[in-house]
């Protein structure tokens, strides 16, 4: 079973995220990392939260473009900023 399987909290096919984060550019992925990582904070109290998954996917798309080192600099600049 592929863990994005299923829809998200508005009903929409989860892989219809994957799809988008597969097609970014290395830039846009970046810009996305950094957005879904503070949001996915700021909803820490909301484990239901789609930006917690939307965090998995970009962390996935990391590690099979360059080995999550994309997503440790997104990391850092969002933990830089806080």
């Known amino acids: 079973m ?3 399987e299923g829809k998200d909290n508005y009903g929409k096919p989860k892989m219809e995220y994957v ?3 597969n ?4 830039e846009e ?3 996305e990392t950094k ?13 239901r939260s789609d ?6 996917v970009c962390y996935d798309a990391w ?12 990391y ?4 830089k900023g806080l």
Request: charged letters at 25%.
């Open 29 to 31: 992925l970046f810009n």
């Open 19 to 21: 799809g988008t984060i």
């Open 35 to 47: 957005s879904k990582i503070w949001l996915s904070a700021y909803a820490n109290n909301n484990p």
């Open 76 to 79: 850092d600049e969002v933990v």
């Open 63 to 74: 590690k099979e473009r360059n080995d999550g080192e994309g997503y440790k600099k997104a």
């Open 51 to 56: 930006y917690h998954w939307h965090v998995d």
């Open 23 to 26: 097609n970014m550019s290395d």
């Open 2 to 4: 592929n863990k994005y």
